[in-house]
C-alpha cells in the first residue's frame, strides 16, 4: 500500500502560481502542491527532522487539535517528543521505518503502523535506519470525565484493522475504527475511510465534529460547505464544527484518507 506525503522540493519559475488552496470561514484545503519546502517547521528537542504544520488550534475555527506530516532523516528522532503532559497522539507511518520507544518496549514501525500515544505516555522516536521516514502526527489534550481515565497505548497496522461497512453501502464506503467507539475514555478518533470508485456520503453531513481528512489514495469530488472541491493524494482538508461534508469517488482506486474527529464529551459552555 502507498500512503501519500507532503511533497516537498519546489517549483521551478515556470511553475503557475494558481492554486485549489483556499481558507473559508468554514473549512481550509491545503493541496499537496502547496507543501513545499520553504513551508516547513522545525522542532525543539528534535534532530534530523522538518515538518508540515497542517492544522493548529484558531479561536473562532477548529479548536481541538494540531496536526503534522513529519519527515525524518536516518539518524533522526527524539527523546523527548512531546512536551505537553495532557497531549495525546497518533502516528500513521507513510514510508520508510521508524523505531518506538514506548516505556521499555521497542517496536519497529513501517508503512501502514499505527500508535496511539495516551497522555503521559513516556515515549520516544527516531529513524535508526538508511532511508528517509515520514509519518503523520496528529495531537490533541486529553479532556478528563467523571469515571473515565486515559486510555491504554496501543500499536496496530493498517492490515491488521478490518474495515467495517457503513449500513446499506454494500462496502462501498467503509471505515476502519483503530479505537473501540463505544470507549468512552478515547475523546478523539483518528481512522482511515475509504471509498470504492463511484462510492459516496450520499447526503450532506453536518455535525459538531471537527475535521483534519488527508488523502492516502484516490481521487474524489468533496463537498465542503457550499463548494464541490476535486482532491487527491496529499490534499489536505480542514472542516470547523457543523460545516457541511460529503463526497463522491472519482477514477479507478479507492479513495482513502485519514481522518481526525473529537468525540464523547461534553460542549464545552
Known amino acids: 500500500m502507498k500512503y501519500a506525503f507532503p511533497p516537498g522540493g519546489l517549483p521551478d519559475q515556470s511553475g503557475d502560481p494558481a492554486s485549489a488552496a483556499v481558507f473559508t470561514e468554514a473549512y481550509a484545503v491545503l493541496p499537496a502542491s502547496t507543501q513545499r519546502d520553504i513551508v516547513t517547521s522545525f522542532l525543539p528537542g528534535w534532530q534530523g527532522m522538518r515538518m508540515w504544520v497542517l492544522a493548529r488550534p484558531l479561536s473562532g475555527f477548529a479548536e481541538t487539535f494540531s496536526q503534522y506530516a513529519v519527515e525524518?532523516?536516518?539518524?533522526?528522532?527524539?527523546?523527548?517528543?512531546?512536551?505537553?503532559?495532557?497531549a495525546q497522539g497518533v502516528i500513521f507511518v507513510t514510508h520508510g521505518a521508524l523505531r518506538l520507544t514506548l516505556g521499555a518496549e521497542r517496536i519497529l514501525m513501517n508503512p501502514g503502523s499505527y500508535a496511539y500515544l495516551p497522555a503521559g505516555a513516556i515515549w520516544t522516536l527516531f529513524n535508526e535506519f538508511d532511508d528517509v521516514a515520514g509519518f503523520h502526527w496528529i495531537r490533541k489534550r486529553w479532556r478528563p470525565a467523571e469515571g473515565l481515565t486515559p486510555p491504554q497505548a496501543f500499536v496496530t497496522h493498517d492490515d491488521d484493522v478490518a474495515p467495517v461497512g457503513m449500513p446499506n453501502t454494500n462496502g462501498v464506503w467503509a471505515t476502519q475504527r483503530f479505537a473501540d467507539p463505544l470507549d468512552l475514555n478515547h475523546d478523539m478518533h483518528v481512522n482511515i475511510v475509504t471509498f470504492q470508485p463511484g462510492g459516496r456520503i450520499p447526503f450532506a453531513e453536518?455535525?459538531?465534529?471537527?475535521?483534519?481528512?488527508?488523502?492516502?489514495?484516490?481521487?474524489?469530488?468533496?463537498?465542503?460547505?457550499?463548494?464541490?472541491?476535486?482532491?487527491?493524494?496529499?490534499?489536505?482538508?480542514?472542516?470547523?464544527?457543523?460545516?457541511?461534508?460529503?463526497?463522491?469517488?472519482?477514477?479507478?482506486?479507492?479513495?482513502r484518507y485519514l481522518l481526525y474527529k473529537d468525540v464523547n464529551r461534553h460542549m464545552p459552555l
Open 72 to 86: 525524518l532523516q536516518p539518524g533522526g528522532g527524539s527523546l523527548t517528543p512531546e512536551p505537553d503532559r495532557d
Open 206 to 255: 453536518t455535525h459538531v465534529m471537527e475535521h483534519g481528512l488527508y488523502v492516502l489514495q484516490g481521487t474524489a469530488r468533496y463537498l465542503l460547505n457550499r463548494d464541490w472541491i476535486d482532491v487527491g493524494p496529499g490534499d489536505f482538508m480542514w472542516l470547523r464544527a457543523f460545516c457541511p461534508q460529503a463526497c463522491v469517488a472519482t477514477g479507478t482506486e479507492p479513495f
